[in-house]
């Protein structure tokens, strides 16, 4: 599951890169739950929230439906 939540990132990663941040995957867990590192840019961005439930999370659980929730760490 950990690669199909890589591949459904990298999807992502462009998008993020364009506008000078990143996102790095830490863990996957085995109740559904991934844990992301938002970095550059979006480290420190107020919409960064938003960038991950309505962007990555939305994504990740369209590519990998066993995901159940995306959290930042």
Avoid: F, N
């Amino acid at each position: 599951m950990k690669e199909e939540v890589q591949k459904a990132i990298d999807t992502i990663r462009p998008s993020l890169q364009a506008d000078g941040g990143d996102v790095e995957l830490v863990d996957v867990s085995e109740d559904g739950i991934v844990k992301v590192r938002l970095t550059g840019a979006c480290q420190g961005c107020p919409m960064s929230q938003m960038t991950l439930k309505m962007g990555i999370e939305k994504v990740i659980k369209k590519q990998v439906p066993a995901i159940k929730e995306v959290v930042s760490i």
